[in-house]
């Protein structure tokens, strides 16, 4: 995109942000139109960086998208501003500026173009996006606040390696800076799930919103809340091991013992009996066995060296 915008200037005359920006916003959110276009952005990114969210009222994903871009904007305490373009109202300059689906979104600093994406995507990819806008205007990682994927990152794998304490302070961290974060949300209660404080977990998933839903992070924590209630109510670990010591074949007491062994928190035990019950037996009970192993490492998550292991163990079983 080589042409920029001209035209008249002159602020937009509502002086505030669009219906729906957060409280005390101000300046930093506001409408734009192809008239203002040029003084609320290229003139303006001279001086900060400033985000444009092409939108229109019948997208549904801008719905989504729009409220997370002006709270993360609002964060960032004045070292960026956002400013929104209906697409309907401005076809023009939607069409100047190649516009061709929305939600779009364009980021400029010192009268250009500088970064964009286009969709509605996760809120910890927002605040990269707005991260690096700033520290490209000059700020630092300190004024740009944490880096929110990297905190997330380490929980997940403080998780992986069993040290619930180091990612609750990962997670913790997140959410201190952006308490409605998913994925910090979701690392938080699987925190809860390993502590056995089950009730405290099933109130953080409950109270995400229905598109966090699909979130990995989320599946996973969910996924760990049932493993927990499903070791629970398995039975007494030692008399099932007795059983299955005199029942090698009884593969549903080897499904209940590796059931209880996981609510003792012991995992690889609790792996080595299912994958034990696929070895003799995959396809009992219409193959739960194999379903909930795949519970099992989604709730662990990928990265975690038993989820690995274990999938290693159960292709080799499948492909033997």
């Known amino acids: 995109m080589n042409t920029i ?87 023009a300059l939607a069409a100047q500026l190649r516009i061709q689906s929305v939600p779009m979104v364009y980021a400029f600093f010192d009268g250009r173009l ?18 690096n806008l700033i520290t490209q205007a000059g700020g630092t990682p300190e004024d740009a606040g944490p880096d929110i994927p990297v905190l997330i990152a380490e929980g997940r794998a403080a998780l992986a390696k069993g040290d619930e304490g180091e990612a609750l302070s990962k997670f913790t961290e997140v959410l201190e800076h952006d308490e409605k974060n998913d994925e910090a949300l979701a690392g938080l209660a699987r925190c809860y799930v390993i502590a056995g404080e089950t009730e405290a977990a099933e109130g953080i998933l409950s109270e995400l919103p229905e598109e966090a839903q699909s979130n ?22 030692g008399a099932l091991e007795q059983k299955v010591a005199a029942e090698p074949d009884n593969m549903e007491a080897r499904f209940d013992l590796a059931m209880a062994l996981l609510g003792n928190g012991s995992r690889e035990a609790a792996l080595d009996q299912l994958l034990e019950i696929m070895r003799r037996k995959r396809d009992w009970n219409d193959g739960a066995a194999r379903q909930q192993l795949v519970k099992m490492f989604e709730a662990w998550g990928g990265e975690d060296p038993l989820t690995i292991e274990g999938r290693q163990r159960l292709s080799t079983i499948l492909f033997a």
Request: include cysteine; hydrophobic fraction near 45%; proline fraction near 6%.
């Open 5 to 91: 915008i001209g035209g008249p200037g002159g602020a937009d005359s509502n002086g505030g942000g669009p219906d729906g920006a957060p409280a005390g916003a101000g300046d930093l959110i506001r409408d734009v139109t192809t008239e203002t276009f040029m003084t609320e952005v290229i003139e303006a990114s001279r001086d900060i960086p400033i985000i444009v969210d092409f939108w229109a009222t019948w997208c549904g994903p801008c719905k989504q998208l729009g409220p997370i871009l002006e709270k993360q904007v609002a964060a960032a305490g004045g070292k960026v501003r956002l400013v929104k373009v209906d697409i309907d109202k401005n076809q």
């Open 114 to 131: 500088v970064d964009g994406f286009a969709g509605a995507v996760p809120e910890s990819q927002i605040k990269t996006f707005i991260d």
């Open 216 to 237: 990995a992070d989320v599946q996973a924590a969910r996924a760990a809340l049932e493993l927990k209630a499903q070791g629970a109510a398995a039975g007494d670990a």
